[in-house]
């Protein structure tokens, strides 16, 4: 069965450090792979697209890796800020327009 | 970017009941969706609202239970019927005019006593 995995664990850093979140996926061909964050109490606001044919992508402190060999996808926040506490999920395309969630990871940065 | 807004944001319901969520989105958009997020869970996709047809379910979700319609290209309403406290949960609705990047509404959370 098609299965989607995030770092179980909430993750607890110090502020100033790097973040990194982990999505291993199953039985799917993505052609492309999404981060969102979602704050409590609020719907997930698109972070990151990667493609299935690009490894690395940037977006000021956020970096994404995509190894569709290893059917996994790292998610980095590097200097880490108070302000990105929150969940980060990823998602798969499905097919057409449908996406895929994981469950999420919730992060927390220390002051 | 699409913004997207959902009433009620939270209601408790009783038992056998049905509650409708609107969501009204700020432009024209090709795509909407229903989601359902569970307490610390996934979001699991409900269904596709479809301008002028009838909705797309995914497995395990069925038209009687979640009725939803779609009349114009920025609003749908979700309505979950003859609601028992497994339906507890938050209801969100997402749009996208393309392929890629969804744009969420702030979700309903429903309580069901």
């Known amino acids: 069965s098609q299965k989607i995995e995030q770092n179980s664990e909430a993750l607890n850093i110090q502020e100033g450090k790097t973040a990194t979140l982990t999505c291993n996926y199953t039985?799917?061909?993505?052609?492309?792979l999404q981060w969102y964050r979602q704050d409590p109490g609020r719907g997930p606001v698109f972070l990151l697209l990667i493609r299935e044919n690009e490894k690395e992508k940037r977006k000021e402190r956020l970096k994404v890796t995509f190894d569709t060999t290893l059917k996994q996808s790292l998610f980095h926040i590097t200097a880490s800020q108070p302000a990105d506490s929150a969940t980060y999920l990823c998602?798969?395309?499905?097919?057409?327009?449908?996406?895929?969630f994981g469950a999420g990871t919730t992060v927390t940065v220390r002051a | 970017s699409a913004v997207i807004s959902q009433k009620p944001s939270r209601d408790i319901c009783q038992r056998g009941t049905s509650l409708t969520i609107q969501c009204q989105v700020d432009?024209?958009?090709?795509?909407m969706f229903w989601y359902r997020q569970q307490p610390g869970q996934s979001l699991t996709l409900i269904a596709t609202a479809n301008q002028g047809s009838e909705a797309t379910y995914e497995s395990g979700f069925v038209i009687d239970k979640f009725p939803i319609s779609r009349p114009n290209l920025t609003f749908s309403t979700l309505t979950v019927s003859n609601l028992s406290p497994e339906d507890s949960s938050i209801y969100l609705c997402s749009a996208t005019d393309r392929v890629y990047e969804q744009y969420f509404g702030p979700g309903t959370r429903l309580t069901v006593t």
């Open positions: 998602a798969l395309d499905a097919s057409h327009y449908k996406l895929s």
């Open positions: 432009s024209q958009v090709t795509m």
């Open positions: 039985n799917y061909s993505p052609a492309y």
